[in-house]
């Protein structure tokens, strides 16, 4: 069965940072790319980036919205990737999700406020 | 342009078929997958390469392509369909969501 598990979200000031993990089981998921999606409360979804494989050099995307502020990572040994996310507003509160082109998590929830 | 457009709604009255559109031009030169969301649940993947289903996905949900449109039909419309839902492409250098189309089934 595959999973995909959020975590790290929480409560964080404008300007701070925040380091989600999504940690994956069922699928290979060293050969898959990894998108990270967010949903703010009554919104669509929005894609925020992207990490692929190691054949494809680990090469990452990202949206305009968050480009220069978030870092995208893995770790294959750990079945893990990773959403490093700085300079936080307060437009930055949402669900976040790890996606894997196929599958979803079930979201971790990010809430940007003083 | 690189951007995915849906009608924000779509209703139907049980038993009846629906209908949903995507478009772009991107849809041209890459698959297309819907994914539905009901509330406060993750999404779910109904549709991918244009028209494939996935295991388990009942044969009543169906997938079409037609130029730079790509089309999700639900035949036989349930009130657990209620959703809402969202095509998705992607490819070396765009990843897209559509904006999401609220199906409503009453």
């Known amino acids: 069965e595959v999973q995909l598990v959020e975590s790290g979200g929480g409560l964080v000031q404008p300007g701070g940072s925040l380091k989600l993990s999504c940690a994956a089981s069922?699928?290979?998921?060293?050969?898959?790319?990894m998108h990270w999606v967010r949903q703010a409360s009554g919104k669509g979804l929005e894609w925020v980036g992207r990490?692929?494989?190691?054949?494809?050099?680990?090469?990452?995307g990202y949206a305009a919205s968050v480009k220069g502020r978030i870092t995208l990572s893995r770790d294959d040994s750990k079945n893990t990737a990773y959403l490093q996310m700085n300079s936080l507003k307060t437009e930055d509160t949402a669900v976040y999700y790890c996606?894997?082109?196929?599958?979803w998590g079930r979201g971790t929830l990010v809430t940007v406020s003083s | 342009s690189y951007e995915l457009t849906q009608p924000s709604s779509v209703s139907v009255s049980p038993g009846q078929t629906a209908r949903i559109t995507c478009s772009g031009d991107?849809?041209?030169?890459?698959?297309a997958r819907w994914f539905q969301q009901k509330p406060g649940q993750a999404p779910v993947m109904m549709i991918y390469?244009?028209?494939e289903r996935p295991s388990g996905i009942p044969e009543r949900i169906s997938g079409s392509s037609s130029g730079t449109t790509v089309t999700l039909t639900i035949s036989g419309a349930q009130v657990d369909d209620e959703a809402d839902y969202y095509c998705?492409?992607?490819?070396?250098?765009?990843?897209?969501f559509g904006g999401g189309t609220r199906l409503t089934v009453l």
């Open positions: 390469k244009d028209s």
């Open positions: 990490i692929r494989s190691k054949t494809h050099n680990y090469a990452t």
């Open positions: 998705y492409s992607a490819t070396d250098n765009n990843v897209l």
């Open positions: 991107v849809l041209a030169k890459t698959y």
């Open positions: 996606f894997s082109g196929d599958y």
């Open positions: 069922g699928f290979t998921f060293s050969g898959s790319a």
